[in-house]
């Protein structure tokens, strides 16, 4: 279905946003990710910062979005095949990805960290895992920034198919340490109080955006809402309720 366009009742006579038209989208998410994507264990209902910002675009748009879990490594192929209409899963921007895929506007800037047990003194920053067992996620830009920070990558990573899986390897001392993205880092943090902590400062500056099918007609729009939700404060309301607030088991 083309995108139809509608009258913006926005301050000012903004300009019209071109709309998906009611259609119904499915949105692949990695939904092991928290406070990005993950299950909620008392509703088993899918929730998390993006999910909320996606339902947030598709009130602006009228679209009705459909989550769809989806393992890491299948949401790449699944957009190249164009099984899915977007991805809303903490993906970082790179040069790379975008040679196969469409972007969004940036959503969120963020930094990667080492994640190690709170009882760890040997780690205080990413110089010190030359000699460590580092878990990754497979496929991820941490998997390609852990490969330069240890000295055998054959020997010393240890790649999973989610993060979650990483971190459970993290507590039970299959490895010494995790690098992953700082805002991840947190909601795994907050899942395990007590037990966890971040070793050093962040050292990177990327950026998240959702990511299309190339050539996909969404793009545009999304942009738009997007630029709508950055201006109204409801970004940052989104991020102070996820990435503030937000308390596992409450």
Request: charged content about 30%.
């Amino acid at each position: 279905m083309s995108a139809s366009r509608h009258a913006d009742p926005g301050p000012r006579g903004r300009r019209a946003i071109a709309r998906p038209g009611g259609r119904e989208l499915k949105i692949a998410s990695d939904t092991t990710y928290p406070p990005f994507e993950f299950v909620d264990p008392k509703t088993n209902e899918i929730v998390g910062f993006d999910v909320d910002l996606v339902n947030e675009i598709c009130k602006l748009l009228n679209c009705k979005p459909k989550i769809i879990s989806t393992a890491w490594e299948g949401i790449f192929a699944g957009l190249e095949q164009k099984q899915f209409d977007l991805a809303a899963s903490g993906i970082t921007i790179t040069e790379e990805r975008k040679q196969k895929f469409d972007f969004s506007d940036s959503y969120l800037r963020y930094g990667q960290v080492v994640l190690v047990r709170a009882d760890e003194e040997r780690i205080k920053s990413k110089d010190d895992l030359k000699d460590k067992i580092v878990g990754v996620q497979i496929g991820t830009t941490n998997e390609e920034t852990a490969k330069t920070l240890v000295a055998d990558e054959a020997k010393q990573l240890k790649r999973y198919d989610t993060f979650d899986l990483a971190v459970r390897a993290l507590l039970a001392k299959d490895v010494d340490a995790v690098v992953i993205d700082s805002p991840a880092a947190d909601g795994f943090m907050a899942q395990n109080p007590g037990k966890l902590k971040i070793a050093g400062e962040p050292f990177t500056s990327e950026d998240l955006g959702l990511c299309f099918p190339k050539g996909s007609d969404l793009v545009a729009p999304f942009n738009a809402a997007l630029k709508v939700l950055k201006e109204n404060g409801t970004l940052d309301r989104l991020y102070q309720k996820w990435f503030k607030e937000y308390k596992p088991g409450q």
